[in-house]
Structures are given as C-alpha cells and as structure tokens.
C-alpha cells in the first residue's frame, strides 16, 4: 500500500534548538517526495523536493531507501518556523500526491 | 513557480445548496487536482481534473456529489453539490510543473462553511 506517515503530531523545541520532523513511506517503486510548509493563515508552500537536493530555509531532508525515511532537519530552530509540516509522497510522477498527516512544529523563544 | 488563483476564499454556505470553486492558474498546465482538508485533518485527493473529459475521482469521491469541469489548461471549477456540514473543508486547487509534472503547487484554498 502507498501511505505516508508522520509519527508526530506536534514538536515543540526551543529556539536554537535542532529539529528533526520525521516522515516514512510506504511505496514499492523509486519514491518522489516532498516537504510542505503552511504557515498560519496562509497557502500551502513547497518547501523541498528530495530530487534537487536543496537547503530551504536552512532545511534539509535526505531519502533514506533502506529505512523508507524522508526526515526534514535544520539545525538551529526559529521563531518563524512554527507552522505545519506536511510530507507528501508522489507515487509514479502522477501528481496524485498522498500526505501524511502533518506536524506541528512549535517554536518556543 | 505557477500563480494559481482560487475563488471564493471564503464563504458561508447554507444546508442543501451548492458552491462553485474556481481555479485559475496563469499559465498552461496539464496537470490540475482538486483536494480537500478536513478540520484539523491533512489533504485527501478528491479528483484529477482532465482537460477535455471528465474528471477522475479517486475512491470515497463521486462526480454527483463534486463535479468538476476544465474547460482549458488554465481554468477548472469544484462544484460542492447539495452540502451538508460534513463538507465544512478547505477545498485546494493543485497543479503539476516541470519536468513530467513532478513538482505539484497549490492554491491558497477556499473555506467553506455549510450551517
């Protein structure tokens, strides 16, 4: 079955902290993942796709095969990144994406 | 990127009516999904809007209830037919970029609210 999951419900950390938003996968083919990010009140933003391999906003994630991981990282926590977390799993380039249920990151000064 | 344009962001809607939705994106894509977001819940997919024919519902979504037309590749509208409050959601407009559409952005959504 193709299921993304998100074990965590709510993070809390404080500023300065390191975060680590965790994400698996469920899908038998080569996964296309992705990071998505709503701030409060606003549209859902893409925040990493694991094929370009970029630091957004100090964020990072890593596909790890083996254990079927895609966990979102920045060392060193913000205020500002206090929003929802949404990994989302694009099974066979189709668009039809499947996402997991979301963490709330909380930020505390 | 893509601008993808949703309307109404918002609206209160009465028991039994329907909502049109629209999604207006300023350039031409192939790829256009409409999801929902359920109260404090993630995104489930509703349907793929194909341009030309009818739209591809995924399981648990029907074209009675959510019907769904693209007349071109830059416009689609989500009709919410006959509401109950149970379709209270945030409905999101979402399009594929790229190469083989694989990077998927989305509209910033409309409320509904059905009393």
């Known amino acids: 079955a193709q299921r993304v999951t998100q074990p965590e419900k709510l993070l809390s950390v404080f500023k300065g902290a390191p975060v680590e938003l965790k994400c698996n996968y469920s899908?038998?083919?080569?996964?296309?993942l992705f990071w998505y990010v709503q701030y409060s009140r606003q549209r859902l933003q893409l925040l990493l796709r694991h094929i370009s391999r970029e630091s957004i906003k100090g964020f990072t994630a890593d596909l790890n095969k083996g254990e079927t991981s895609f966990h979102l990282k920045k060392p060193f926590a913000q205020e500002e990144d206090s929003a929802m977390y949404y990994c989302a799993l694009n099974p066979g380039n189709t668009g039809k994406l499947i996402f997991g249920q979301g963490t709330t990151l909380q930020v505390k000064p | 990127s893509a601008v993808i344009s949703q309307k109404p962001s918002r609206d209160i809607c009465q028991r039994g009516t329907s909502l049109t939705i629209q999604c207006q994106v300023d350039s031409q894509v192939t790829m256009m999904f409409w999801y929902r977001q359920q109260p404090g819940q993630s995104l489930t997919l509703i349907a793929t809007?194909?341009?030309?024919?009818?739209?591809?519902?995924e399981s648990g979504f029907v074209i009675d209830k959510f019907p769904i037309s693209r007349p071109n590749l830059t416009f689609s509208t989500l009709t919410v037919s006959n509401m109950s409050p149970e379709d209270s959601s945030i409905y999101l407009c979402?399009?594929?970029?790229?190469?083989?559409?694989?990077?998927?952005?989305f509209g910033e959504g409309s409320w509904l609210t059905v009393v």
């Open positions: 899908y038998s083919g080569s996964p296309e």
């Open positions: 809007a194909n341009q030309g024919s009818e739209a591809t519902y």
């Open positions: 979402s399009v594929g970029l790229g190469q083989a559409g694989n990077t998927i952005y």
